[in-house]
């Protein structure tokens, strides 16, 4: 039906920013949602932020301020960027999809997730 890609990953250095891209094929003109999750390995995922096909957003609470999220529909492509990254556990970033016209709880695609590591 969908599948996402991202791209991005890798070594940052704490303190600066991360940006990854998504990119969506299949029945890519289906989708109406958009966003991003991560997850820290042992932990639930974590939703981060979700765009619309519209173009309404919406971001975590505690993200806000360091966090863009946004798209190119007609390329089936969205972005995130984060900035003033804290080290830590190496993490895992999911680009996420959903045919739904409003956010859901879980939505029904996920990329295969990227892999970020924050260096000290």
């Known amino acids: 039906q969908v599948q996402l890609v991202e791209s991005g990953g890798g070594l940052v250095q704490a303190g600066g920013s991360l940006k990854l891209s998504c990119q969506a094929s299949g029945s890519a003109s289906r989708i109406n949602i958009m966003g991003w999750s991560h997850r820290i390995p042992g932990m639930p995922r974590e939703w981060i932020a979700d765009?619309?096909?519209?173009?309404?957003?919406n971001y975590e609470d505690s993200l806000k301020g360091r966090v863009t999220i946004s798209k190119n529909t007609a390329a089936g492509t969205w972005s995130l960027e984060l900035s003033r990254l804290e080290p830590g556990p190496t993490g895992v970033y999911y680009c996420t999809a959903d045919f739904a016209l409003f956010p859901t709880v879980i939505p029904r695609f996920w990329g295969q997730g990227v892999q970020v590591t924050v260096s000290s």
């Open positions: 765009i619309s096909r519209p173009g309404k957003i």
